[in-house]
């Protein structure tokens, strides 16, 4: 079994910034894909940036310039770090991964629970 815990969320102002947190753990082989998804009130779930191992992160287009996606493949931690945000930001955070539970067996996705942000105006 497989775990995703995230932290970090909370309440900011417009303009201010938070960091998120999502490790990993159990029955880890390895992890190709991590990334931050966000489901505002009312719709659906979008994909806000992704990251696969080794390679640069992509954003949606309403975050490029603010928001930075990075992680810590020794730990199995994946970060996102947030500035300059807007109230359209705000919605509850998960993030995914994509993770191979053992060297034969297939890559599935994983969710964590989630964690509200909300941002003033």
């Known amino acids: 079994q497989v775990q995703l815990v995230e932290s970090g969320g909370g309440s900011v102002q417009a303009g201010g910034s938070l960091r998120l947190s999502c490790a990993a753990s159990?029955?880890?082989?390895?992890?190709?894909?991590m990334g931050w998804y966000r489901q505002a009130p009312g719709a659906q779930r979008e994909l806000v940036a992704g990251i696969i191992g080794g390679g640069s992160g992509n954003y949606a287009d309403s975050v490029k310039g603010r928001f930075t996606i990075s992680r810590d493949d020794a730990n199995n931690m994946v970060y996102l770090q947030m500035n300059s945000l807007k109230p359209e930001d705000t919605g509850v955070y998960c993030c995914?991964?994509?993770?191979?539970?053992?060297?034969?067996?297939?890559?599935?996705?994983?969710w964590g629970q989630g964690n509200q942000v909300t941002v003033s105006s």
């Open positions: 995914g991964a994509g993770v191979r539970p053992g060297a034969a067996r297939p890559s599935r996705r994983y």
């Open positions: 159990g029955a880890i082989f390895s992890i190709n894909y």
